[in-house]
Antibody, heavy 121, light 106 residues
Framework: EVQLLESGGDLVQPGGSLRLSCAAS????????MSWVRQAPGKGLEWVSS????????YYADSVKGRLTVSRDSSKNTLYLQMNSLRAEDTAIYYC??????????????WGQGTMVTVSS | SSELTQPPSVSVSPGQTASITCSGD??????GCWYQQKPGQSPKLVIY???KRPSGIPERFSGSNSGNTATLTISGTQAMDEGDYYC?????????FGGGTKLTVL
């Protein structure tokens, strides 16, 4: 069964850091582009970042550029999101998502259950 | 990235057809997809590459995309189709989601 399991969400103070992880199973992780999508409480979906299958290309939303960094470790079948200089507006459920055919611009066919990040003093 | 605009809400009677639109500049030149999200759940892909249904998605879900508008159509809408629906497209180096449409079946 194809699965994505996020972890690492927590309560953090403004200006703090956090690293999210997404453990993948049931598919050949190294051949699929992956993404992070977030959803603030009661709000819609917001794309955060994407990374190509090889890890050689990364893309970021303007709202997180320079503060959040996506990476992947194919030896561990794990996707990461390093979050620095966190702001209150980063408070959200963070989902990792797998692309349908592997391309960076594909639809997302599998989503994790999400991990909650709360930025507050 | 450009914006995608959806109506905030759509209401439909059981058994009738629901249409949810998604508008964006030259959206028809890009592939669009649609997700369904129910309260407390992760999003679920219901349409990809404008018109295709993933395995397990009922035939009553269909999609189209032309000009500046993509449309998700649900024929014979059922109570279980209630939820939030989001369109999504790739746009010059990034992904864009529509603001979401709350579908009410009443």
């Amino acid at each position: 069964e194809v699965q994505l399991l996020e972890s690492g969400g927590d309560l953090v103070q403004p200006g703090g850091s956090l690293r999210l992880s997404c453990a993948a199973s049931g598919f050949t992780f190294s051949t699929y582009a992956m993404s992070w999508v977030r959803q603030a409480p009661g709000k819609g979906l917001e794309w955060v970042s994407s990374i190509s299958a090889s890890g050689g290309r990364t893309y970021y939303a303007d709202s997180v550029k320079g503060r959040l960094t996506v990476s992947r470790d194919s030896s561990k079948n794990t996707l990461y999101l390093q979050m620095n200089s966190l702001r209150a507006e980063d408070t959200a459920i963070y989902y990792c998502a797998k692309t349908l055919y592997g391309g960076i611009d594909d639809a997302f066919d599998i989503w994790g259950q999400g991990t909650m990040v709360t930025v507050s003093s | 990235s450009s914006e995608l605009t959806q109506p905030p809400s759509v209401s439909v009677s059981p058994g009738q057809t629901a249409s949810i639109t998604c508008s964006g500049d030259k959206l028809g030149h890009r592939y669009g997809c649609w997700y369904q999200q129910k309260p407390g759940q992760s999003p679920k892909l219901v349409i990809y590459q404008d018109t295709k249904r993933p395995s397990g998605i009922p035939e009553r879900f269909s999609g189209s995309n032309s000009g500046n508008t993509a449309t998700l159509t649900i024929s014979g809408t059922q109570a279980m189709d209630e939820g939030d629906y989001y369109c999504q497209a790739w746009d010059s180096g990034g992904i864009v989601f529509g603001g979401g449409t709350k579908l009410t079946v009443l």
